[in-house]
Nanobody
């Protein structure tokens, strides 16, 4: 199995930027696709972005299109989430997740492995 560790969260003003990182260890890394999800208090876990380690395909949730960018560094087994033009509604705990499949990438149950999460707070 794969272990995931997120970093890079913090406090930022509206309109600012943050870059989240997710480092993976263990498992057969080339077999996993990775996604980013977020969850705010009182809300369901929301799909943010996903990418395959090998295929290069990228998808984004409607609420972050044009503002967030997912990328990967296979040599470092790391996936990134660049977040620009941040809004207070982006405030949430952000999770990195891995799956051996790449079908319903927007569904949390598709992902077997999850990181511990990193808090992102956007002030107004």
């Amino acid at each position: 199995q794969v272990q995931l560790v997120e970093s890079g969260g913090g406090l930022v003003q509206a309109g600012g930027s943050l870059r989240l990182s997710c480092a993976a260890s263990g498992g057969t890394f080339s077999s996993y696709a990775l996604g980013w999800f977020r969850q705010a208090p009182g809300k369901e876990r929301e799909f943010v972005a996903a990418t395959s380690w090998n295929g290069g395909g990228k998808t984004y949730g409607d609420s972050v299109k044009g503002r967030f960018t997912i990328s990967r560094d296979n040599a470092k087994y790391t996936v990134y989430l660049q977040m620009n033009s941040l809004k207070p509604d982006d405030t949430a705990v952000y999770y990195c997740a891995a799956t051996e499949a790449y079908k319903r990438y927007w569904v949390p149950n598709e992902y077997a492995y999850w990181g511990q999460g990193t808090q992102v707070t956007v002030s107004s």
